[in-house]
C-alpha cells in the first residue's frame, strides 16, 4: 500500500512545489484546505503528489498532480484500493483528465461530472471595482451600506482584533444552529478555529469589518497559484445588511494591492445548496473550474 501521511504544516513548501505549479485546478488543490478540512493525507511518488482522503464518510483518492508520469501514481492509486479493499474513487478531476485516464484505461472508468462541486472564479479587479452593468445591483448594496454604516473600517485580522473576530464567528455559529439544531456545523467549526490559530504558518490572509466597533464580518484566503487566491472562509451577521457584498469588496481590494500578480479569486463551490448558488452566480464569474469524479468499472459502485 501507499504509505500516505497526515499533512504537516511544517512542510508546507515541498507541497507547494507540487500543488502551486499544477495548472488551474480546484479549491482542492489548496495546502491549506487539505491541512483544515477533515482526515486527508498525501504522498510523494515517482515525482508526483498522490491524495488520500475522506469525502461524505467514503474513501476517496485526488487525482494526483506533479511532473512525473500519470500512469505510474494511477497504478499505485488502483493497486492500493485493491490491497485496502475499497473502490477506487478519482476525484476533482478535470475535462482533460478524463480524456488522460480514458486514453490511458480505455474503457476501465466510469465517469459522472458533478456540477454541485464546480469552483467560481472571478476577475479580481471585477470584485474589487463592482464596475458595470454586471455589477450595479452589488455597486447599489455597497452603496446603502457606506450611506447606512459611516462609521464602518475594514482591515486584516491581527492580534489585535482577532478576539473580536473570534467573538463574531461564534456568534455567526450561534445563530445557524439556533435555526437549524440539526445542522451539523462541526467540521467548518473545526477547520475555520484552526486556520486562524495557524494563518501565519498556513500564510493565510484574513480580513474583517467593524461597524460600531463590533465585527460584523470575516474572510481568510490563500494562494492556489501566483494568479489565484482561494477564499476559504467569508462570514457575515445578517443583521448588519450589506455586510457580505463590503467584506468582498474590501478584501478584493486588499489582495488586489498586496499580491500584484494575483489576478483571480476561486470563491469555491456551492455545493448544491441553492441560495449559494444563486449568490455566486450573481457575481457572474468569469470561469468555473468543471469538475468529476470517477470509479473502476469492475468495483461496479455508484458513487
Known amino acids: 500500500m501507499i504509505d500516505f501521511l497526515p499533512f504537516d504544516i511544517e512542510k508546507k513548501t515541498d507541497y507547494d512545489k507540487y500543488l ?3 495548472g488551474i485546478r480546484g479549491c482542492e488543490y489548496s495546502f491549506a484546505n487539505l491541512y483544515l478540512w477533515g482526515r486527508q493525507k498525501a ?3 515517482e515525482d508526483q503528489l498522490v491524495f488520500f482522503s475522506q469525502f461524505n464518510r467514503k474513501s476517496v483518492y485526488l487525482f494526483p498532480v506533479g511532473p512525473g508520469d500519470r500512469k505510474t501514481a494511477i497504478d499505485a492509486i488502483i493497486a492500493d484500493a485493491a490491497q485496502r479493499g475499497i473502490p477506487c474513487r478519482l476525484t476533482g478531476l478535470l475535462p482533460e483528465d478524463i480524456e488522460l485516464v480514458e486514453r490511458l484505461y480505455p474503457g476501465r472508468f466510469r465517469f459522472h461530472n458533478d456540477r454541485d462541486s464546480y469552483d467560481y472564479v472571478y476577475d479580481i479587479n471585477g470584485l474589487a471595482e463592482l464596475r458595470g452593468k454586471k455589477y ?3 455597486r447599489n448594496h455597497l452603496n446603502r451600506f457606506l450611506t447606512q454604516y459611516t462609521d ?3 482591515e486584516p485580522v491581527s492580534a489585535d482584533n482577532e478576539t473580536a473576530v473570534r467573538q463574531m464567528i461564534d456568534k455567526w455559529y450561534a445563530l445557524r444552529e439556533q435555526e437549524d439544531p440539526s445542522a451539523d456545523y462541526h467540521m467548518e467549526k473545526a477547520a475555520i ?10 500564510q493565510m490572509e484574513g480580513f474583517c469589518l467593524f461597524v460600531g466597533g ?3 464580518a470575516m474572510s481568510m ?3 492556489l497559484s501566483e494568479a489565484v487566491f482561494d477564499v476559504h472562509f467569508e462570514k ?3 443583521k448588519t445588511e450589506g455586510a457580505y457584498v463590503a467584506i468582498n469588496y474590501f478584501f478584493s481590494r486588499y489582495l488586489r494591492e498586496k499580491y500584484a500578480a494575483v489576478k483571480y479569486l476561486n470563491r469555491e463551490d456551492d455545493m448544491g445548496i441553492p441560495g449559494l448558488r444563486h449568490a455566486k452566480l450573481s457575481y457572474r464569474p468569469d470561469y468555473m473550474v468543471e469538475k468529476s469524479w470517477a470509479c473502476l468499472l469492475e468495483d461496479e459502485y455508484d458513487y
Do not use: G, M, W
Open 193 to 202: 478555529y484552526k486556520a486562524l490559530d495557524n494563518r501565519q504558518k498556513l
Open 20 to 22: 502551486t505549479t499544477c
Open 43 to 45: 504522498a510523494f511518488l
Open 214 to 216: 463590533e465585527c460584523v
Open 136 to 138: 450595479q445591483k452589488k
Open 152 to 154: 464602518c473600517r475594514a
Open 221 to 223: 484566503a490563500s494562494a
Open 236 to 238: 457575515a451577521l445578517e
